[in-house]
């Protein structure tokens, strides 16, 4: 079975030290059941925890039987870990006590800080001043609270909570009860370790998640994430921990990434919630898009890890489930795998005449009279090369309910030798059964031996598809390293100081200079200040037909103020268009300072694309490509990656997009030359990896053929902020 051996990463996390302590104090520990220092005790005691148990409280001297102390610094002992369950106002004083008494870190379960105002802001800073002071590191504040299971921390006081290897951090409570529940339903789901991140004042998702990543009893790390704080510094992380171990991700919403002006097509689409999941999977996160697919992927990628590809082998005993099996597999991106004629004919050896040995493969009532026959199918076909995971659908499990008892022996034999099948091979086995919810023994067997059965259908699939993901993910772990960026030139920095003076971003012709400079293909072009220079630029292009643009930093979309004539050819033809574009823009905006106009080639005609960047405020500067022209913004077939781009990156973008059939060759067209732009799209990252001052960058419509491209427009945007 593909279950690894996780190795640990690089480095150790701090987080260590006490979200798996030894020794606890409870301050505000109380015998009211009613109170959150109540229920913590009965966690503890309850479920046997090994450590140390200090209840704080000045006005008892035992709290549910357990010795209680005044102060923390009347405890003997070291504390690694102190759960606070004061009142927001106690926090500075207490957090003051912990430093000076060695606490490694606290839970902090007040509200009350900088959500809630100014008075709560300076709170909140103090709090965060005697934290930084003493070395303590703060989970919360506003957290639902944690537990580890392993060592028998639970802090939460729930009930039937099984230890297992899903590690979950959660924005919010009430999802961890919904999966606790779900578990508690399904009876063979565990947890590791739980923390709610509260309002994240100090550690964030990317801390928990790097302890998740080396903590040896989470096999995979679960997360509900609302909204991140460093999103660079998480994108970092998840790749060294999806190198190891599986993430998964159910992102709420639309991602909070903070309103902006949008200045350019790109800015107009970062920041969306499509955008988040293009670049969590960038990195190998597995982005779950519905609630109830968190904990079936988050089990069915611990236990079973990974699939060498996406290609799929279905075995039903039922001609209905098998089509509806096939048009899920087909709709999340899975292939049906094709057969080789010697399974078949293995398959036709065991199988009854009317059953189909082609993918899906129905046994048309073969294994009424044994079910144990599903599990020689499943080793008929886990043996062609042209399948990467096995896909068992219909009633196994119930072929002793549904017609004979006597059945139930050889679907038990059945299940043994699925399991055996299952560690000889690293092709994983996902079993959808109508009689999961019953829960007959030949299904209980499978789970116990570490193989995931799904009551739905479509879950199944779902967990299918990340399985895949991840396998070709790290197969392409290799060619993940990212471009290197350029050196900057001295004089593109000039101009872009100069337009920072100016208060404008780059004109065009500046923005295809910088392009040029590094080795990106850009068409001559000229600046035309004054109509007494069209007759040389005439005279320079000859029988060429020309574009001719305005230039003015007042002028953002030209087509709409009139300052774009194409088509023109000769002196004639180039002044009419000049006068035009001049009265055009001037009635479009009276107060537009226009420098001149830009005259070019006309581009043949090509796939329209659009390739832009955006510094997004959480993650960063982040590249877009996807359809382009007028509909960019109204179709959004776009997709995203993180800067600075692989190669590996940079292909996926091209691949990923609805419109990927139109760039392969649709109506008798060419293919474009995908290298091209793979190209293209590397040596942008690289360009905006070099200059901080690039805010924004569109290249709108770049033409895409079969022997490279054509960029018809750039924008630049240039960043004013001091820091660039």
């Known amino acids: 079975m593909a279950i690894a051996k996780h190795q640990s990463l690089s480095g150790r996390s701090p987080l260590h030290e006490f979200l798996a302590p030894d020794a606890i104090a409870i301050v505000g520990a109380s015998a009211d059941p009613t109170k959150r220092g109540y ?13 140390q148990i200090y209840p704080i409280n000045p006005k008892a001297d035992r709290v549910l039987g357990v010795k209680a102390y005044p102060t923390l610094d009347a405890i003997p002992g070291k504390i690694d870990l102190a759960l606070i369950c004061t009142p927001a106002s106690t926090l500075p004083g207490i957090l003051k006590e912990c430093g000076k008494k060695g606490v490694k870190g606290a839970v902090v379960l007040a509200s009350g800080f900088k959500e809630v105002g100014p008075e709560g802001a300076a709170l909140e800073e103090a709090m965060m001043a005697a934290a930084r002071e003493g070395g303590v590191r703060i989970i919360g504040p ?53 923390v709610g991140p509260g309002n994240q004042v100090d550690i964030g998702f990317n801390d928990y998640l790097r302890y998740l990543g080396e903590d040896e ?44 002006a949008a200045s350019s097509h790109t800015g107009a689409l970062a920041g969306s919630y499509a955008m988040t999941v293009d670049l969590l999977r960038q990195v190998g996160v597995s982005v779950v898009q519905n609630s109830d697919e968190i904990l079936p992927v988050a089990e069915g990628l611990a236990q079973l890890q990974k699939a ?84 068992l659908v219909g009633m196994f499990g119930g072929y002793s309910i549904r017609f004979a008892e006597h059945l139930l022996g050889d679907e038990m ?31 209980r067997r499978l789970h116990e031996a570490g193989l995931p059965v799904y009551s739905s259908l479509e879950l199944a699939v779902r967990v299918l598809s990340a399985l895949g993901e991840r396998g070709l993910y790290l197969q392409g772990a290799a060619d993940q390293v990212p471009a290197a960026p350029v050196v900057p030139h001295a004089e593109q920095l000039a101009v872009f100081a100069k337009a920072r003076r100016e208060g404008r971003d780059l004109f065009e012709v500046e923005a295809k200079a910088l392009l040029r400079s590094h080795g990106i293909s850009v068409a001559e072009e000229i600046l035309v200040e004054s109509a007494d220079e069209l007759g040389n630029v005439a005279a320079h292009f000859g029988d060429q037909a020309l574009v001719m643009k305005v230039v003015s930093k007042d002028i953002l979309h030209k087509s709409d103020a009139g300052g774009v004539k194409l088509f023109l050819r000769g002196e004639v033809a180039l002044k009419d268009a ?8 001037k009635a479009y905006l009276p107060t537009a300072d226009i420098k001149g106009v830009l005259v070019t080639p006309m581009a043949r005609k090509g796939t329209e694309v659009i390739i832009g960047v955006s510094r997004d405020p959480i993650f960063g500067p982040v590249l877009m490509f996807g359809l382009g022209g007028i509909f960019v913004e109204i179709l959004e077939d776009v997709a995203f990656r993180a800067i600075p781009l692989s190669h590996h990156a940079a292909e996926s973008m091209v691949n990923q997009i609805k419109a990927r059939k139109i ?22 990252s690289s360009i905006v990896s070099a200059y901080p001052q690039l805010a924004e960058l569109d290249l709108n419509p770049v033409l895409a053929y079969d022997d490279g491209y054509a960029i018809v427009d750039a924008r630049i945007i240039v960043n004013r902020e001091d820091a660039a």
């Open 39 to 51: 229920k913590a005790m009965v966690g503890l005691i309850k479920d046997g925890y090994g450590g």
């Open 142 to 194: 506003n957290t639902s609270g944690m537990f580890n299971l392993h060592k028998q921390v639970n802090l939460l006081a729930l009930s039937n909570v099984k230890p297992g290897h899903v590690g979950f951090i959660s924005q919010s409570g009430n999802m961890l009860l919904s999966l606790v529940l779900e578990a508690e339903h399904n009876r063979h789901v565990g947890f590791s370790t739980y």
């Open 217 to 260: 009893n989470t096999h995979v790390a679960t997360l509900y994430v609302e909204g991140f704080r460093d999103g660079q510094r998480f994108l970092d992380v998840a790749r060294d921990v999806t190198a190891v171990k599986p993430v998964v991700v159910y992102k709420s919403g639309s991602t909070e990434m903070g309103a902006k």
């Open 308 to 391: 060498p590809g996406k290609r799929i082998a279905v075995i039903a005993d039922g001609g209905g489930q098998a089509t509806i099996a096939s048009d899920r597999l087909s709709e999340a991106g899975l292939e049906m795998a094709t057969l080789s004629e010697a399974t078949q004919q293995r398959l036709r050896k065991v199988l009854f005449a009317q059953a189909s040995a082609i993918n899906p493969v129905d046994v048309a009532g073969s294994t009424d009279a044994d079910p144990a026959l599903l599990a020689t199918c499943m080793e008929i076909v886990a043996d062609d090369e042209g399948v990467d995971a096995i896909f």
């Open 413 to 443: 034999r059945g299940a043994e030798a699925m399991i055996e099948l299952a560690h000889r091979i690293d092709k994983p086995l996902v079993i959808y059964s109508l009689y999961a919810p019953v829960k007959p023994p030949p299904l």
């Open 578 to 585: 000049h006068e035009q574009i001049m009265r055009s823009c």
């Open 663 to 684: 760039l392969d060759g649709a109506r008798g067209e060419p293919p474009v030359d995908k290298a091209a732009l793979v190209e293209l799209l590397l040596k942008v």
